[in-house]
């Protein structure tokens, strides 16, 4: 009936209009976050063929007074279409660099940690000097630093991009390619681009041993990026089985829940002696 179908669309527009208001929160209340100290980093462990711990990936939580436990799935993409993701970017590489002295003491000076940037961040023209002055208020060596970016970073300005991340090159950070396999035209920028890793997608790892043609494309990337003179790593490792693969065809990083959760710095430090 009539009276049925408007209030379909009363129901319908209500929701519309709390999911606004939600990514309007969201975006006010991540200027307040930084003000209350509310942003934290866990890292997850990134490993080798021996199992052995070779660096972490910083991953960026958000516990809000106000709005309680919100993902970075949520509030990565509207930091990004709201203007903030600047002001989160700045924080991380302060907090990656101010936490770095201490992973390496831990795990050795040879580890590399990665962070991430979001395609956005390559619009502010003063990044690069904001890595550069993070980096030497704390003492930073550059080479144990990865920047994990999507192909995404490349589509608006390629040539601005290309440059952005050639001075960090020379600086001696490395990149990381993102989320490999999931764009549409990732094949036609590795022969673009400068890059030191790809991150292979946790859907193909997802397919190994599951689907036969997952499988074959993910041994694929894994011979493609060697041939390329690239480091591969793939993400979200599960279960032995996937492992256990991957460790066969020579993946030489691996991350994910079989290794180690993402966790704060404090668990991943030695206790102190009392
Ligand atoms: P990503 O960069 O692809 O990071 C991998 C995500 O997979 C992380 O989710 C990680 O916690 C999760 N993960 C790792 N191993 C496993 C596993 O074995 N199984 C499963 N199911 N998940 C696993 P998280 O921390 O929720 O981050 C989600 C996304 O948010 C990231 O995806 C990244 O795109 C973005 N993000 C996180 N931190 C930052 C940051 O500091 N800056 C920016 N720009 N983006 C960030
Ligand atoms: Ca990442
Ligand atoms: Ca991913
Ligand atoms: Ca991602």
Redesign the pocket.
């Known amino acids: 009936s009539k009276l049925n179908g408007k209030n379909t669309f009363a129901v319908f527009e209500q929701g519309m209009m709390s999911a606004n208001k939600r990514r309007l929160d969201i975006a006010n209340a991540i200027v307040s976050a930084l003000k209350l100290d509310e942003f934290s ?2 890292y ?1 462990a990134k490993v080798n063929t021996n199992e052995e711990v070779i660096g972490f ?5 958000w516990h809000s007074q106000e709005l309680g436990f919100i ?3 949520e509030f ?1 993409s509207i ?2 279409q709201s203007g903030r ?1 600047g002001l ?2 700045h924080w ?1 590489i302060n907090k990656v660099s101010e936490d770095l002295a201490s992973l390496q003491e831990a795990y050795g000076s040879d580890i590399v940690v990665a ?4 395609a956005n ?1 390559l619009k502010e023209p003063g990044l690069f000097a904001i890595i550069h002055d993070a980096f030497t208020r704390h003492g930073v060596t550059p080479e144990a630093v990865e920047f ?1 970016v ?1 192909e995404s970073a490349f589509l608006e300005n390629f040539d601005y991009a290309n440059q952005f991340f050639d001075q960090l090159t020379h600086l001696g950070c490395s990149i990381a390619l ?2 490999f396999g999931t764009g549409y035209s990732s094949l036609s920028y590795l022969t673009k681009i400068r890059l030191n890793t790809l ?1 292979i ?2 859907q193909f ?1 997802d397919g190994i041993g599951v689907s036969e043609r997952t499988t074959l494309i993910t041994k694929t990337i894994v011979e493609m990026a060697k041939n390329l003179n690239l480091k591969v790593c793939a ?4 279960t032995e089985a996937q492992k256990d693969f991957l460790v066969d065809i020579q993946c030489e990083q691996m ?4 290794f180690a ?2 966790k704060p710095l404090s668990e991943l430090l030695p206790k102190h002696a009392a």
């Open positions: 980093l866990h997850q990936e910083a991953l960026i939580r993902s970075p799935l990565i930091a990004e993701i989160i970017t991380v962070l991430n940037l979001s961040d994990e999507t993102d989320d991150k997608d946790k790892i993400e979200g490792v599960e991350q994910g829940y079989l959760k993402p």
